[in-house]
């Protein structure tokens, strides 16, 4: 007998975006969207359409251009936002809105402003006048997980009946426990009349550390749709990782009664884009993506895995795109072979000229490494993307640094400053400070360095290295990053990147910010 399948709903672009510093480029979140419909994922939430005129352009562009996989718009449950999602999708193969507002006492009364009735009738009309641009309308009541039992019964029963066709549950500040989430499925599914006629979601936050473990106990209970995120990306502490809820379902079929359509040997490849694009590095201890996650150190395991990997390992590292065949350029590598790669990777060359500009740089960094893997391709288009996107009124000439024992570091910096070119020298704890504070000399932004990561990007002395920088200014969060086999330029790289964003970024509507609502 053939299992229910699970639908996968992908939020890496809109509620992962909302992670501070995380912004994408229109680009940039293509890129991603293309991996994910690579991955069969089912529904891709690509943006906030009302938030920024680029974030509008960010969800036509993946509405026009993604074939396979719904592409789904947020929209508050006001009149502006979905008129908004519905023109920005007008042009999909395949839509979705979703709307929301929220139903706890707390947030009604604190946030909203707003009684009971007067949430229950925005929620109605939203959902009638979504209704008008798709037939494919999401309704989520948010805050569920601390919303009354009893008004979220009633509101979901006229939101059916209005036209929406799935249902989200969020435990939007991760305060449920599993066995209280999915009981809360459970019984909306058994007390709302017509619940047969729509698909029941999760949709879970990790501030608690039980996102995973709460969307999986919403399935147990009845749910056929989680949302998810590459990495668990998301607002505060994240999300529930899309790779950890999928591999959990994959993995014990014994136990669930649904299955996910996804092709998970495409996992690590969007793993790595999304944290290479947002400059958030996986943890190596992260569950099924992460360094050390097929990894065995103790004898007793290793020799358990020589004899039969099942003795400690319950999934294939193949299953999730470990181990993969990779092609494998040098400095001998001419174009075709290195377009052809792009293409593999879901990178898109606009024009001849960015090609031979891609190319040259791969070339540069072929004389520096023996072997150039598809991790360092992507690096190196990640940073060649970002100086197009952002208008650079910053720009690196130059690095000379020094680091002597028993001397104090020195790190001389020339950039290139709306054209006109400037030098300073200045000294530091180690040669990434030393390079940071020359480049304030010459810049003066004033803003504070709120995370500074590197991160080897392959195996090897000669590995990429990749670093990300979070600035903060006047409450403006910003990541930069760079690469490059200095660590040094990497550094000074990223720390540019950053200030070019915080000079250049427009500002964006949170969907939560319910002015004039």
């Known amino acids: 007998m053939s299992k229910e399948k699970l639908i996968i709903f992908d939020t890496t672009l809109r509620d992962g975006e909302q992670s501070p510093g995380a912004a994408m480029t229109a680009e940039e979140k293509l890129r991603i969207a293309k991996a994910l419909e690579k991955m069969k994922v089912d529904i891709i939430e690509a943006g906030f359409p009302i938030s920024s005129e680029g974030d509008f352009a960010a969800v036509q562009g993946i509405a026009r251009t993604v074939k396979d996989s719904v592409v789904c718009g947020l929209a508050r449950a006001n ?40 949430v229950f009738e925005q929620a109605v009309d939203a959902v009638k006048l979504a209704r008008n641009f798709t037939d494919n309308v999401e309704f989520s009541p948010e805050d569920a997980g601390r919303s009354d039992l009893d008004f979220l019964c009633r509101i979901i029963e006229a939101v059916i009946d209005a036209g929406a066709t799935t249902i989200n549950i969020p435990d939007t500040v991760g305060y449920n426990l599993p066995d209280q989430y999915g009981n809360t499925i459970r019984q909306l599914i058994e007390n709302v009349p017509n619940s047969d006629k729509a698909i029941f979601s999760t949709h879970c936050h990790n501030d608690l550390g039980l996102a995973v473990a709460n969307s999986l106990a919403g399935v147990m209970n009845g749910a056929r749709q989680v949302e998810c995120s590459i990495n668990g990306l998301g607002e505060r502490a994240g999300n529930a990782a899309l790779e950890e809820v999928v591999m959990a379902v994959r993995t014990r079929q014994d136990l669930f009664p649904c299955d996910v359509g996804l092709d998970t040997t495409q996992i ?3 793993s790595r884009l999304v944290s290479g694009i947002t400059g958030f590095p996986v943890q190596p201890n992260k569950a099924i993506v992460g360094a050390n996650a097929f990894a065995h150190e ?19 590292a193949e299953d999730v795109g470990l181990n993969s065949n990779k092609l494998v ?4 590598s001419g174009r075709s072979a290195f377009k052809d790669r792009l293409e593999k990777l879901n990178i898109m060359v606009d024009s001849q000229e960015e090609l031979n500009n891609a190319f040259r740089r791969f070339k540069d960094l072929a004389d520096k490494k023996s072997e150039i893997f598809d991790e360092d391709i992507q690096a190196l288009v990640s940073d060649f993307k970002m100086e197009e996107a952002f208008s650079e009124a910053i720009k690196l000439v130059s690095v000379k640094a020094c680091s002597e024992t028993g001397e104090m570091p020195e790190s001389c910096i020339t950039l290139m400053v709306d054209e006109v070119e400037q030098t300073e020298t200045s000294q530091g704890g180690g040669l990434v400070d030393a390079t940071f504070k020359a480049i304030e000399k010459i810049v003066a932004s004033s803003a504070t360095l709120q995370l500074y990561s590197v991160s080897n990007v392959t195996e090897g002395t000669d590995s990429q290295g990749e670093v990300a920088v979070r600035l903060e200014k006047a409450g403006r969060i910003v990541n930069g990053h760079g690469s490059d086999t200095d660590i040094v330029i990497a550094s000074a790289k990223a720390y540019i990147n950053a200030l070019n964003r915080l000079f250049g970024d427009s500002v964006r509507i949170h969907p939560q910010a319910y002015e004039g609502v």
């Open 79 to 118: 009149k502006a936002d979905i008129e908004r999602a519905g023109e920005a999708l007008k042009d999909a193969n395949a839509s979705r809105i979703h709307t929301f507002i929220a139903t706890s006492p707390l947030h009604m009364r604190e946030k909203l402003l707003l009684t009971p009735d007067q």
């Open 268 to 270: 690590m490849t969007c």
């Open 298 to 316: 103790s004898g007793i395991h290793q020799d358990g895995v020589l004899k039969s990997r099942e003795t400690y390992e319950i999934m294939l």
């Open 329 to 332: 350029l040098g400095k001998l």
